[in-house]
């Protein structure tokens, strides 16, 4: 799949039939125009990546692999950043499932509850940080 089919999938399974394609494909556009912003395809996945500092980025997970090669797909984007110089990772969930796909993964993530962004307002959500 290109990044693309990916994304479409990815939307349309978090956001339900009823999704606004247009518009969220629209936002993600214009997210990737911030210089600070990149997106980085392993597998079938692809990850929304934004840098907060230079040894720092938070990641965001676009998915449309299976749970196994997702599980892999998030060891591929450890590594890739940290070849690239980044020494910690950051994310945000407010999906209990992916406390377990962390775990999974089998690398040292720190979890802790606290905030994540949804819609321009503030949730509670796992935060989830990686030592690269």
């Given at each position: 799949m290109n990044s693309l089919?990916?994304?479409?999938?990815?939307?349309?399974?978090?956001m339900g039939a009823n999704?606004?394609?247009d518009t969220f494909l629209k936002k993600l556009v214009g997210w990737t125009k911030k210089a600070n912003n990149k997106?980085?395809?392993?597998?079938?996945?692809?990850?929304?990546?934004t840098l907060i500092n230079p040894q720092t980025c938070q990641v965001s997970i676009l998915n449309?692999?299976?749970e196994p090669n997702l599980i892999n797909n998030i060891k591929g984007i450890a590594k890739t950043l940290k070849s690239q110089g980044i020494k910690?990772?950051?994310?945000?969930a407010?999906?209990?499932?992916?406390?377990?796909?962390?775990?999974?993964?089998?690398l040292p993530f720190k979890i802790k509850q606290g905030q994540?962004?949804?819609?321009d307002s503030a949730v509670p959500a796992y935060v989830f940080e990686l030592d690269l």
């Open positions: 089919e990916i994304v479409k999938q990815a939307a349309h399974t978090q999704a606004d394609m997106l980085i395809q392993i597998g079938n996945t692809v990850f929304l990546v449309a692999d299976s910690k990772m950051t994310g945000y407010n999906d209990k499932k992916y406390l377990d796909l962390a775990k999974k993964t089998q994540g962004m949804a819609q």
